[in-house]
């Protein structure tokens, strides 16, 4: 019973603490620029430097009820919402029934852009 009531409070110290990557870091304007594609596609790459940098530390362990890449249950309801909808909890955050995105990955020196890149590097892993 007692460790119930402690879990959220755990929980929450975990990412208000920077649990999930202690060496969080963005692209600079100029790496961003020069790996952009033409086309406007989404850049894979800097999707996987962000998410190893930044993500990696809860989704890679499953901290806080994060969806661990390649777990297809635990990304089929994300997914089946569509990616707009992915992309604006993971920049504005989010509390669900299994868990918490805070804001950016508790990392506010990410670009929207940035954002967009890791989420469709981790959908990227779901085959």
Do not use: Q
């Not at 620029?33 to 930044?54: D, P, R, V």
């Amino acid at each position: 019973m007692m460790m119930k009531s402690f879990l959220p409070f755990f929980i929450v110290g975990l990412v208000f603490f920077g649990a999930c990557s202690p060496d969080k870091t963005s692209l600079n304007n100029e790496s961003a620029k020069s790996t952009e594609s033409t086309s406007g596609e989404l850049n894979f790459a800097n999707g996987k430097t962000i998410y190893e940098a930044n993500c990696a530390g809860c989704h890679d362990s499953g901290v806080a009820g994060a969806p661990k890449p390649g777990d297809k249950v635990a990304w089929i309801g994300r997914i089946a919402e569509g990616k707009d909808i992915m992309i604006k909890k993971s920049i504005e955050g989010f509390e669900g029934k299994t868990g918490v995105m805070p804001p950016k990955g508790s990392n506010d020196s990410l670009s929207n852009e940035d954002i967009t890149h890791a989420v469709a590097y981790m959908v990227s892993s779901i085959k």
